[in-house]
């Protein structure tokens, strides 16, 4: 493949752009010297990048994109929309509208408010429930990501710039440890104020954990936060929080909301989300407000995809889908006696992949490998995301070159990764220096 283009459009980047890109999961960094640099375009399941070389593709927008690029019926929503204006001086219908949507099929919810990203509906609810509570802690999950704002970079190996004071706030348990969670509640009684957590990531809840962890908040008054940025219209379309029988005090959507467009959902009961609206005698909570917050396109999409997935079976071909992916690579897992060195994680809906050195070690090394050989074969994958688009042919073509990529890994396991891997190695984005 020729990335030409590419190459001369990255100078330019890093010349005007910290990092040469708007999101850290897109950088350089992340991907292997021989791998396309700007993508210009999308549709279903598959990417082009700026030299015409296609490719399926399983980021899927960060996961943000489960109906598939460019799906026709959003984008016609919110051209309509465009056509009419996309922001006033007062609210517009869709606001309400949405509002009704989302909360037929969030059911636990009795409230929302939408944004236009993870980062801002999280924090609205790390602040709400400070508020709510008269407390200030907030307990989070070691998991990889809840905002770019202070509460939770403080907290990442990249805090450079968090007051510590700021950092000291937040305090963290594990996933699926119980106990890891109670001792912070021994240790901090009265003074937590919410517990923020994805339902699932890369393994399962085992043994109740999450009901748990639902009924502990109750008990200690601390506000329950689901983070479904990534679970939402993915796991159900009711979330996680239906998919596992949760009802969260709070819950936070995005991503898969809008299939792409920029919108995010802060969720809950209403006695919580009222402090942020007028029709109380508590003091004033600044929830959420962005001249561009209730931007009408996005807006417009969010409906659609509501209505797509009430109409078509959406999570069921998702979940269909990375059930064969699954198989057929965890079948050339074995073919090539990897069980030991390349590991899917997550469920089918939501699949990624671990690698691993010849020692068992976590490795980038490998990981930079196993990208390199799938891009050369014309499948993009820094995970195994699928969507509606996907289809039983591009699941067959990426098992195959799966199967060829494990092949080479396997060599690189047995004959040393230094004969096979080009240029240097990809590296975590969570790392304190460069």
Known sequence: MNYDKSRSLQKRAHALIPGGAHTYAKGDDQYPEEAPGFILRGDGSHVWDVDGNEFIEYGMGLRSVTLGHAYR??????????????NFTRPHPLEVHLAEEFLSVITGAEMVKFSKNGSDVTSAAVRLSRAYTGRDFVAICAQPFFSVDDW??????MNAGVPKAVQRLTLTFQYNSIESLQALFRQYPGQIACVILEAEKDVPPLNGFLHEVQHLCKQQGTVFILDEMITGFRWHIGGAQQYYGLTPDLSAFGKALGNGFSVAALAGKADILHLGGLHHDKERVFLLSYTHGAETCSLAAAREVIRTYKREPVIEVMWERGRLLKEGVQKAIETHR???HFKLLGPPCCMVYATFDPKRQPSQPFRTLFLQEMIRRGILAPSFIVSYAHTELDISR????AQDSLGIY?????????????????KPVWRTFN
Request: proline share 5%; glycine share 10%; no cysteine.
């Open 410 to 426: 396997r060599h690189a396991i047995d004959e040393g990764i230094e004969k096979y891997l080009v240029g240097r190695s990809v």
């Open 73 to 86: 019926p959003v984008i016609d929503a919110a051209y309509q929309e465009m056509l009419r204006g996309s």
């Open 338 to 340: 990897l069980q030991d």
């Open 398 to 401: 990426t098992v195959e070159a």
């Open 152 to 157: 939770f970079i403080g907290a990442t190996p």
